[in-house]
């Protein structure tokens, strides 16, 4: 086998050709300033003064050839030439320099070994088995024309002996390098793939995330964050001339670590934020790590949960007190009938007949509230929703109820369930027209949509034109069971608003001079991530 060295993950291999090149040009080099001092006549005795000149002469050009046109060679079949060629040329001076004695022979055993780094198993063994079959047969053809001692043999042998050693040497270290090369590589590939699962865990949060080193610039920030803060990028750029709010509760934290940071609003985008903070103390940098949460999202889960066990309390209430109520009820229309009430029993046993109905409306309303199911929100487009919904409301409503709908210019894109929105605007508009009728013979009622030039979000105004609410009850508007009307169960605003928050939505109350207004301010139409 011949190891590889075009592929770009080999360059270990690239650099070795790359020695090895420059060894043998160094080898060749020293050879010819050798020659060309005469200080081979000196110490080499046995040596061929011309075949060693030219062979050395031999070695240095050819070498710088196959320097200039194998520098990079790729092919393995052009890798085992090369090294083969070294090795002949090694045992051609080895032979012209007169055997052992020259001590060419310990070049050859350098050549076989950088040879069986690039050469692998047989191939490798094979160039060993050639500088060992070199060494001797060279030196036992020598014995014919010099005197040879013993010991010339014995080194002989023992050259080639190491050429083989050599290589089984060369080649165990490299087979242990390739292991723990492919060992480091799997690890390697394993922290690439952590990384990038943590990057997409990353990015793909709620939760806004941003690392500031101490100058405050921004070293990263997710997805979340930059839609959070209404940014598209703050990489390498200071937190300080994006979101001076921020840097504001970063310092009071830096201050004092115990106290909770203030929420901030996000006027891009009208979100509220509630960010935390965390010192790296480890890192060298001392960076603080920030988390960004919408408190639109932790008030929609708050309120789930409340009305969660709010359902709970009340079904169970609302089932005890609803049987003895339709007792009394019934048992208060049987007196109705009879005929031997006099007109004053028969109009105590009519109060108590209104307001077991009263009573009744209150469960059915609290019943509601209990059996509500989770909020499903939508892309919902509010312009052909409203329309729809006005003619529905048209069609079912009497003729002294009337219904006006206006619609500004703008994107009304919103997340919200479309039937609690047709819960929540049946509920305004009754209350709207009961106002009107106290007022005028016809009620009316205006749902106005707009689009809000501060914040960009979807706003609907619920008007209607009857004497308004006082100042005093208007803070308890949305309390439940509070009503200005004894007829009214004080439940509907109140639901009114809940389902509002749980679709991240915000349902308030704008005085008028001419009537009453009832604002509701829709979310962004995008999904979290």
Same mark, same amino acid.
Request: glycine fraction near 6%; charge should be negative.
């Given at each position: 086998?011949?190891?590889? !060295?075009?592929?770009?993950?080999?360059?270990?291999?690239?650099?070795?050709?790359?020695?090895?090149?420059?060894?043998?040009?160094?080898?060749?080099?020293?050879?010819?300033?050798?020659?060309?001092?005469?200080?081979?006549? =000196?110490?080499?005795?046995?040596? #061929?003064?011309?075949?060693?000149?030219?062979?050395?002469?031999?070695?240095?050009?050819?070498?710088?050839?196959?320097? /200039?046109?194998?520098?990079?060679?790729?092919?393995?079949?052009?890798?085992?030439?090369?090294?083969?060629?070294?090795?002949?040329?090694?045992?051609?001076?080895?032979?012209?320099?007169?055997?052992?004695?020259?001590?060419?022979?310990?070049?050859?055993?350098?050549?076989?070994?950088?040879?069986?780094?690039?050469?692998?198993?047989?191939?490798?063994?094979?160039?060993?088995?050639? +500088?060992?079959?070199?060494?001797?047969?060279?030196?036992?053809?020598? &014995?014919?024309?010099?005197?040879?001692?013993?010991?010339?043999?014995?080194?002989?042998?023992?050259?080639?002996?190491?050429?083989?050693?050599?290589?089984?040497?060369?080649?165990?270290?490299?087979?242990?390098? #390739?292991?723990? $090369?492919?060992?480091?590589?799997?690890?390697?590939?394993?922290?690439?793939?952590?990384?990038?699962?943590?990057?997409?865990?990353?990015?793909?949060? @709620?939760?806004?995330?941003?690392?500031?080193?101490?100058?405050?610039?921004?070293?990263?920030?997710?997805?979340?964050?930059?839609?959070?803060?209404?940014?598209?990028?703050?990489?390498?750029?200071?937190?300080?001339?994006?979101?001076?709010?921020?840097?504001?509760?970063?310092?009071?934290?830096?201050?004092?670590?115990?106290?909770?940071?203030?929420?901030?609003?996000?006027?891009?985008?009208?979100?509220?934020?509630?960010? &935390?903070?965390?010192?790296?103390?480890?890192?060298?940098?001392?960076?603080?790590?920030?988390?960004? $949460?919408?408190?639109?999202?932790?008030?929609?889960?708050?309120?789930?949960?409340?009305?969660?066990?709010?359902?709970?309390?009340?079904?169970?209430?609302?089932?005890?007190?609803?049987?003895?109520?339709?007792?009394? &009820?019934?048992?208060?229309?049987?007196?109705?009938?009879?005929?031997?009430?006099?007109?004053?029993?028969?109009?105590?046993?009519?109060? /108590?007949?209104?307001?077991?109905?009263?009573?009744?409306?209150?469960? $059915?309303?609290?019943? =509601?509230?209990?059996? @509500?199911?989770?909020?499903?929100?939508?892309?919902?487009?509010?312009?052909?929703?409203?329309?729809?919904?006005?003619?529905?409301?048209?069609?079912?409503?009497?003729?002294?109820?009337?219904?006006?709908?206006?619609?500004?210019?703008?994107?009304?894109? !919103?997340?919200?369930?479309?039937?609690?929105?047709?819960?929540?605007?049946?509920?305004?508009?009754?209350?709207?027209?009961?106002? &009107?009728?106290?007022?005028?013979?016809?009620?009316?009622?205006?749902?106005?949509?707009?689009?809000?030039?501060?914040? =960009?979000?979807?706003?609907?105004?619920?008007?209607? #034109?009857?004497?308004?609410?006082?100042? #005093?009850?208007?803070?308890?508007?949305?309390?439940?069971?509070?009503?200005?009307?004894?007829?009214?169960? +004080?439940?509907?605003?109140?639901?009114?608003? $809940?389902?509002?928050?749980?679709?991240?939505?915000?349902?308030?109350?704008?005085? @008028?001079?001419?009537? +009453?207004?009832? @604002?509701?301010?829709?979310?962004?139409?995008?999904?979290?991530?």
């Amino acid at each position: 086998m011949i190891a590889e !060295t075009s592929s770009p993950g080999n360059r270990p291999a690239q650099r070795l050709l790359r020695l090895y090149h420059l060894y043998r040009l160094s080898i060749g080099i020293t050879l010819v300033l050798l020659i060309s001092s005469n200080m081979d006549n =000196q110490l080499l005795s046995f040596a #061929d003064g011309d075949l060693l000149r030219s062979g050395s002469w031999l070695y240095l050009v050819l070498n710088i050839l196959l320097v /200039v046109f194998f520098e990079n060679t790729r092919h393995p079949v052009q890798l085992f030439g090369l090294v083969l060629v070294d090795v002949l040329l090694l045992c051609g001076l080895f032979y012209a320099a007169g055997g052992v004695a020259s001590a060419i022979g310990n070049l050859l055993i350098v050549s076989v070994a950088i040879g069986n780094t690039l050469l692998r198993s047989r191939i490798g063994l094979l160039i060993a088995a050639i +500088g060992a079959l070199g060494i001797v047969g060279l030196s036992f053809l020598l &014995s014919f024309s010099h005197p040879t001692s013993p010991n010339d043999y014995l080194q002989a042998g023992t050259l080639g002996a190491l050429c083989f050693a050599a290589a089984l040497l060369v080649q165990a270290l490299i087979r242990r390098l #390739d292991v723990s $090369e492919t060992l480091a590589e799997q690890r390697a590939s394993e922290v690439v793939g952590l990384e990038t699962l943590n990057a997409l865990i990353l990015q793909r949060m @709620r939760t806004g995330i941003l690392v500031l080193d101490n100058q405050r610039r921004v070293q990263l920030a997710n997805h979340s964050a930059l839609t959070l803060l209404g940014l598209g990028s703050l990489e390498n750029q200071r937190i300080d001339d994006h979101c001076p709010p921020l840097v504001e509760r970063l310092q009071l934290w830096l201050n004092n670590p115990i106290l909770r940071p203030q929420s901030l609003k996000i006027a891009s985008n009208g979100l509220e934020l509630q960010p &935390s903070f965390i010192a790296l103390d480890q890192n060298p940098h001392h960076q603080t790590l920030v988390f960004l $949460e919408d408190l639109a999202q932790i008030v929609q889960q708050a309120q789930q949960l409340k009305l969660v066990a709010l359902g709970r309390l009340t079904a169970s209430i609302a089932h005890e007190i609803r049987n003895p109520l339709g007792a009394i &009820s019934h048992a208060a229309q049987l007196l109705l009938e009879s005929e031997e009430l006099n007109s004053a029993d028969r109009r105590l046993t009519q109060i /108590v007949q209104d307001h077991s109905q009263r009573m009744n409306r209150v469960i $059915e309303n609290v019943l =509601q509230l209990s059996r @509500r199911q989770q909020t499903v929100p939508q892309r919902l487009e509010l312009k052909p929703w409203l329309e729809r919904f006005v003619t529905e409301t048209r069609d079912s409503a009497s003729e002294r109820q009337q219904i006006h709908l206006h619609i500004g210019s703008g994107d009304f894109k !919103t997340l919200m369930d479309p039937n609690q929105l047709g819960q929540i605007l049946d509920n305004l508009v009754r209350n709207a027209w009961r106002h &009107s009728a106290l007022s005028h013979d016809d009620a009316q009622v205006w749902l106005e949509l707009f689009v809000d030039p501060d914040s =960009q979000l979807p706003i609907l105004d619920v008007l209607d #034109d009857g004497p308004g609410v006082a100042p #005093d009850h208007q803070v308890h508007l949305f309390e439940p069971f509070f009503t200005t009307s004894t007829q009214g169960t +004080g439940l509907g605003l109140y639901l009114s608003r $809940e389902l509002c928050e749980s679709n991240q939505a915000r349902l308030d109350f704008k005085p @008028r001079q001419d009537g +009453g207004c009832f @604002r509701i301010t829709f979310a962004h139409g995008r999904k979290q991530s």
